[in-house]
């Protein structure tokens, strides 16, 4: 957040080489779902989605104009429209008014205008990045790389830092730093074809962050979407956080029941 006043399942314990240790599951294989895991020693829930196949999108006003600033009235919303959430998350930076800093597209209509980023907060934290969904695939963009070029996004939200970039993580992160927040972000694979959503169980830093995202999850781009109001809507593991009203809302919705 930037305040502009001033600021089936896998076998628990299972354990890769990576030191990801993936603790639970929720879904048929294949499908969109999230599961617990832990990487490094810290607790963190996974979400992934596949686009083209997945009804993977944000949300921000409803019917009369106004935030959903939550997941209820987001959910309720969907179902009166005979839909669910899959799964969701607070997705980028917005104001006092819930309304996004940066870049936001919904159903292709641009709300708010790309920007580099002001000099103070996270997204401030050059490089920052967009996170755009397309038709059959997603991408994850440095916002001036994404700003000389736009791509035809059909869904899209801006936030920063950027997490990692090309397989490195961002060069302002340091090994150790006692600047620890629950967090959130986004990262794509297999070019695009992979969407990996994740939330920290427990304050992180940024560079822990951005570790769990190339080494563990073996992401390439990773965007930070939110820390301290990081929030998920996860119903297959019994999971819906709220209180602090959130801006943008990223997820996958299906047909309700």
């Known amino acids: ?45 996974v979400c992934e989605a596949a686009p083209g196949r997945d009804m993977l999108r944000t949300w921000l006003l409803d019917a009369a104009g106004a935030p959903y600033a939550g997941f209820g009235r987001l959910a309720a919303a969907l179902a009166a429209e005979g839909q669910a959430l899959v799964f969701a998350m607070n997705a980028g930076m917005y104001d006092d008014g819930l309304r996004p800093v940066g870049l936001y597209v919904e159903n292709g209509r641009e709300l708010t205008p790309a920007t580099l980023g002001g000099g103070y907060g996270n997204f401030g934290m050059r490089p920052n990045g967009v996170f755009c969904l397309l038709d059959d695939r997603a991408a994850v963009v440095e916002s001036a790389a994404f700003m000389a070029d736009p791509l035809p996004c059909r869904f899209a939200t801006q936030s ?20 620890r927040f629950l967090r959130n972000g986004v990262g794509v694979a297999d070019g695009g074809r992979r969407v990996v959503f994740a939330i920290s169980g427990r304050p992180v830093n940024f560079h822990d962050f951005a570790r769990l ?3 563990g999850l073996g992401v390439a781009d990773a965007l930070f979407l939110d820390g301290n109001v990081s929030k998920l809507h996860a119903p297959a593991l019994g999971r819906s956080d709220a209180g ?8 996958v919705v299906r047909p309700a029941g």
């Open 244 to 251: 602090r009203a959130i801006g943008p809302i990223v997820g």
């Open 213 to 215: 995202f190339r080494d």
């Open 1 to 45: 957040m930037i305040r502009r006043a001033g600021a089936g399942a896998l076998a628990a314990g299972l354990c890769l080489a990576a030191g990801l240790c993936l603790a639970a599951t929720a879904g048929a294989a294949g499908a969109a779902g999230c599961r617990e895991i832990e990487h490094a020693g810290a607790p963190y829930t």
């Open 160 to 179: 920063g830092p950027m997490l990692v970039i090309g397989g490195a993580l961002h060069p302002r992160f340091r090994e150790g730093s006692d600047s």
